[in-house]
C-alpha cells in the first residue's frame, strides 16, 4: 500500500472522491513549499513558497498506476512525486503528490492552498 495526498477533486465532497473514497483515510494535513492554482475544473500545485491542504490515503499500487494515467502522466500534464505531509496531531509522512507541469500562464493563485475553501468563497460571491 501507497500514501496519497490529494488536494482537489479527490476530496471528500469533490465530484471525483468516489475513486478514492474505498481506500483508508489517514487524515487532514498540509503540506509546505507548494503554491495551488485554479486550473477552472481543477486545481494544480507546483513548488513554491506557500502552504496547500488536502486529505491522504492509504492505497494501492493499482490505484496509483490507474491515476496515473486519469492525471494524464503520459501527456506530461502532470508529474507524481513525493512529499512530506503534516497530519493534524503532528505525524510527518511520505506522500505521493501529484504536481501541475504545463507552464502557470494566468491561472489564478489560490492564496490559502485551500481548494475547498476557495470553492466555497466563489460560491458566495
Known amino acids: 500500500?501507497?500514501?496519497l495526498?490529494?488536494?482537489?477533486?479527490?476530496?471528500?465532497g469533490q465530484k471525483r472522491h468516489k475513486l478514492i473514497e474505498k481506500f483508508r483515510f489517514l487524515g487532514f494535513v498540509r503540506v509546505c513549499g507548494f503554491d495551488m492554482y485554479d486550473f477552472g475544473a481543477y486545481p494544480?500545485?507546483?513548488a513554491g513558497k506557500g502552504i496547500i491542504y488536502g486529505e491522504?490515503?492509504?492505497v494501492s499500487n493499482a490505484f496509483i498506476d490507474w491515476l496515473d494515467y486519469i492525471e494524464g502522466l503520459r501527456l506530461g500534464l502532470f508529474r507524481r512525486t513525493f512529499c512530506e505531509v503534516e497530519l493534524e496531531q503532528g505525524d510527518r509522512i511520505n506522500a505521493h503528490v501529484y504536481v501541475y507541469s504545463f507552464p502557470i500562464n494566468n491561472a489564478k493563485l489560490i492564496k490559502d492552498g485551500d481548494w475547498i475553501k476557495y470553492l466555497n468563497q466563489k460560491e458566495v460571491l
Not at 5 to 12: C, H, I, Q, S, W
Open 44 to 46: 494544480g500545485v507546483v
Open 5 to 12: 495526498f490529494v488536494y482537489g477533486t479527490l476530496r471528500k
Open 1 to 3: 500500500m501507497e500514501k
Open 56 to 58: 491522504v490515503y492509504e
